[in-house]
Nanobody, 118 residues
Framework: QVQLVESGGGLVQPGGSLRLSCAASGSITSINVMGWYRQAPGKERELVALINSGGSTNFPDSVKGRFTISRDKAKNTVYLQMNSLEPEDTAVYYC????????????WGQGTQVTVSS
């Protein structure tokens, strides 16, 4: 089994920064993708950032240039650095781990609230 433990959410003013962390434990294959998704009230869950085991990253246009993602492979931990936060970034942020075990399998964290408000 795989467990994901997130931390770092909270309340921040517009223009501020937050850093989210997600530590994975359990049966993690060498070929994997870690990432962050978010879900605002009344909206569907959407991609925020991805990083694969080779270090390649992917961001939607809505966060490109403001958010960065990195990982510590030795610690199986992924980080999301969020800068220039906007009220529209308010959502519950979920960590995701996708591992290849014959087919791709997804695991999710419990979610952490990020609120951007003055």
């Amino acid at each position: 089994q795989v467990q994901l433990v997130e931390s770092g959410g909270g309340l921040v003013q517009p223009g501020g920064s937050l850093r989210l962390s997600c530590a994975a434990s359990g049966s993690i294959t060498s070929i994997n993708v870690m990432g962050w998704y978010r879900q605002a009230p009344g909206k569907e869950r959407e991609l925020v950032a991805l990083i694969n085991s080779g270090g390649s990253t992917n961001f939607p246009d809505s966060v490109k240039g403001r958010f960065t993602i990195s990982r510590d492979k030795a610690k199986n931990t992924v980080y999301l650095q969020m800068n220039s936060l906007e009220p529209e970034d308010t959502a519950v942020y979920y960590c995701n781990l996708r591992v290849l075990v014959g087919t791709w399998r997804d695991y999710w964290g419990q979610g952490t609230q990020v609120t951007v408000s003055s």
